[in-house]
């Protein structure tokens, strides 16, 4: 008999977005993922240790008080691209510069 998941037959589509914040603690106890890197940052207290230090945002999906997955934004990443970004396209302003690369990703 194939092993059971205990998401099985759950629509994440139907389940609330979260955003994570310094108040709101969650173990993650028994959370699992195919890149077992994520399961450290968690288990390591690294997500909640960058959301405290405002280094980064966090949204996770919970079933039945579970942990079903999460999505940060880090802070350094975001700004170390956009830095680059403007370096190289000092000659331009800013709102220029995003407006081009906006209209590219069309």
């Given at each position: 008999m194939p092993p059971s998941s205990k998401f099985a037959g759950v629509d994440f589509s139907e389940l609330p977005v979260e955003h994570l914040t310094s108040e709101l603690t969650i173990s993650g106890q028994g959370f699992r993922c195919l890149r077992g890197e994520?399961?450290?940052?968690?288990?390591?207290?690294?997500?909640?240790?960058?959301?405290?230090?405002?280094?980064?945002?966090?949204?996770?999906?919970?079933?039945?008080?579970?942990?079903?997955?999460?999505?940060?934004?880090?802070?350094?990443?975001?700004?170390?691209?956009?830095?680059?970004?403007?370096?190289?396209?000092?000659?331009?302003?800013?709102?220029t510069l995003l407006g081009s690369r906006l209209s590219q990703d069309k």
């Open positions: 994520f399961v450290t940052y968690w288990r390591q207290g690294r997500i909640q240790r960058d959301i405290e230090a405002r280094m980064s945002q966090c949204w996770i999906l919970r079933c039945e008080d579970s942990l079903a997955g999460y999505i940060t934004l880090l802070l350094r990443k975001t700004y170390l691209n956009l830095s680059k970004l403007i370096f190289r396209h000092s000659l331009c302003s800013l709102p």
